[in-house]
């Protein structure tokens, strides 16, 4: 089996373009948590649509603003199933979009 993916839809792409303006190291936090998807680690996520299965929602925290950045996005992303087959990725995660919660 091939290791899992993890891809960037162009939504996304739009999305985290407009943040960086504002918070130029998002992109980081993004990459740690496409690391851990790729590992397979459970993320604490949350269904993100009743209707759309297998889409979900997880936090992102952005660690620059100390506590105040811890959830400050929102990420969502699709997974596919497991497939455990030799030529294609066992899994591939489709991150959807991203955007600034607010405050609480």
Known sequence: ?????????????????KLLTKYPELDKA????EYLLGLNYPLPHMPADTS???VYAVRIDYPP??????????????????????QIPLQTFTLLTIAE???D
């Not at 969502?76 to 030799?86: F, G, K, R, W």
């Open 65 to 86: 603003m100390g506590s105040r950045g811890i959830g400050r996005f929102l990420m969502t992303y699709h997974a596919t199933d497991l497939t455990p087959h030799m």
């Open 1 to 17: 089996m091939r290791a899992p993916v993890v891809v960037r839809d162009e939504t996304f792409k739009k999305d985290l373009a």
């Open 30 to 33: 993004i990459q740690e948590n």
């Open 101 to 103: 919660r607010d405050e």
């Open 52 to 54: 759309s299965p297998k």
